[in-house]
């Protein structure tokens, strides 16, 4: 088998059939990739919906697994450890593959067949129908907007996210899985920069396009705040978890969101003169936050 598909979900009730339905609507013969759904102790209908699906498409390849452990790198590694598939691919319970998502990848893979890692384009679909006016380039990780143009690039610093990543199976044998420390947020970070310092190439891939479904309340300021914390939190667990030159690091990301806070402020002047005083108001909120839950030292 070619690919495998994983969507790790839990309580998506609202979301998970689209994601699906986008899968079984690829211009790929569903012979040669399969869609492993990994529910993590969802409570909602979200383990009756992907049944019912898996139901209605007997010619599909449709796993539905469970991971009682709680955790998004849990649900990740389970997915690693059921595919059939020679590549994995993650998208999120509320993305939506592109037709031809699984065949760009097939494309790539074959043109860059002794690259191990990848990342796809990922743009915003809003259930407002707009942009939140806060939003800027500089903020759109916050909701995993990946948008780095139409031509393949080396990633050496952006890492992908999430909703759009692609992995030949084999590298895991070599780096491990996901880091199970982190439950809810970096753990995508965490995976890119083990690769790096591994010394394996990532790509982006401008035409493996995944939409993420955006829900209203993500495009509020108590939104950006809690993610934004979470955020800070996740990444002083992955630095104090890897235990490589563990002081120096933390010492390092202290003073890298000091300088970030201090850029901010300008840019917060700089949108003010464009009467965009919100865009840069919200990026030095949303830097706050990671600064305060970095400086909170959360127990793992």
Not at 148 to 158: I, N
Not at 159 to 180: D, W
Request: hydrophobic share 40%; net charge positive.
């Amino acid at each position: 088998m070619f690919l495998s598909v994983v969507i790790c979900t839990y309580n998506r009730d609202a979301h998970i059939e689209r994601a699906l339905q986008s899968l079984v609507a690829q211009d790929f013969d569903k012979k040669d990739f399969e869609i492993l759904v990994i529910d993590n102790n969802s409570t909602d209908k979200t383990p009756e919906i992907i049944k019912n699906f898996k139901d209605k498409h007997p010619d599909y390849n449709i796993v539905l697994a469970k991971e009682t452990r709680q955790g998004l790198s849990f649900a990740r590694n389970k997915g690693i450890a059921l595919a059939q598939g020679t590549y994995v691919s993650f998208i999120d319970d509320d993305g939506i593959a592109k037709s031809d998502y699984i065949s760009q990848i097939n494309k790539y893979v074959t043109e860059y067949p002794d690259t191990f890692a990848f990342g796809g384009k990922v743009l915003p679909t809003y259930e407002t129908q707009k942009e939140p006016e806060w939003m800027s380039r500089y903020i759109e990780r916050i909701i995993s907007v990946v948008d780095l143009g139409d031509t393949v690039k080396k990633l050496t610093k952006t890492y992908p996210v999430g909703c759009n990543m692609i992995f030949k199976k084999s590298l895991f044998e070599r780096i491990g899985g996901f880091n199970t420390d982190l439950k809810l947020r970096s753990d995508d970070k965490y995976i890119f920069y083990k690769i790096w310092s591994e010394n394996y190439e990532v790509l982006y891939l401008p035409k493996v396009v995944v939409w993420h479904f955006i829900d209203a309340f993500r495009t509020t300021t108590e939104y950006v705040k809690k993610v934004s914390k979470l955020n800070g939190e996740a990444e002083y667990i992955r630095i104090k978890s890897t235990g490589i030159n563990c002081p120096w690091a933390m010492i390092y990301r202290l003073f890298d969101y000091l300088f970030k806070l201090s850029a901010s402020l300008i840019l917060w002047m700089f949108f003010a003169l464009k009467g965009q005083s919100v865009k840069g108001k919200t990026l030095f909120v949303s830097l706050w936050y990671q600064f305060a839950g970095f400086m909170s030292k959360p127990k793992f």
